[in-house]
């Protein structure tokens, strides 16, 4: 009876003995095949916020200032401040005009010329080194000048000044034209024959067809 004892517990042993290992085994393959698929899956996410991150390098929002030098098509070459730039429309993207009065008009594409200066806001891409465009302002190049005037001539409507450096600035004189005295005060039947010889001026404008124009002056002395 005891050696039947001393057997079947000698079995038990065994068998805990063959059987333990293997489920200790089973157990750390699982544990493997688990953690693996967790390394597949941080991979696969680091690999999808990388491409996320590089589409967002690849096209950033921008906005581009500059003058039309080429026009082909739905492409737009400008020169800006960054050299020249590509812009390139959609049918649907939305034009707008800045007139003199800062009045925005709806234009279309074929209105856009040669020598407009724009400010177009789009998507930039990369690869192609073109700003996809979706809203592009068309408005008059505007300038300010601060000079001596060196001649008026009231029958052509032109003013003439000498900046510091000594160069000369033609300037048309727009009849609309608002005119300061130095106290800012507004005169109040301002014509060119409000500007005298040798006065010196802050003129502020737009440029249209290489003109300079004339939209306030304010008379320093």
């Known amino acids: 009876m005891k050696n039947k004892f001393l057997k079947l517990i000698s079995i038990l042993i065994l068998s805990l003995t063959i059987t333990f290992p293997s489920s200790i085994t089973a157990q750390e393959a699982t544990n493997s095949a688990s953690d693996q698929d967790t ?52 049918d649907d993207t939305d034009i707008y005009w800045i007139n003199t009065t800062n009045n925005l008009l709806t234009i279309k594409q074929n209105d856009l010329v040669i020598d407009d200066y724009i400010i177009a806001i789009g998507t930039y891409s990369l690869s192609e080194k073109t700003l996809n465009s979706t809203i592009i302002y068309g408005r008059l190049k505007t300038f300010l000048y601060v000079g001596k005037v060196d001649t008026v001539d009231s029958t052509e409507s032109l003013i003439t000044l000498k900046d510091q450096d000594e160069n000369t600035i033609e300037i048309t004189y727009d009849k609309n034209t608002e005119v300061f005295s130095k106290t800012s005060d507004k005169i109040s039947e301002s014509s060119i024959s409000s500007i005298g010889l040798k006065n010196t001026l802050i003129v502020r404008g737009y440029e249209k ?13």
């Open 209 to 221: 067809d290489k003109e300079l124009i004339t939209q306030r002056i304010l008379i320093l002395d």
């Open 39 to 90: 390394v597949d899956k941080i991979q696969e996410l680091k690999e999808k916020v990388a491409e996320k991150v590089s589409q967002i390098k690849e096209k950033e929002t921008k906005i581009f200032l500059g003058t039309i030098l080429e026009k082909e098509g739905l492409q737009l070459t400008i020169a800006a401040q960054s050299g020249q730039e590509l812009i390139t429309l959609a």
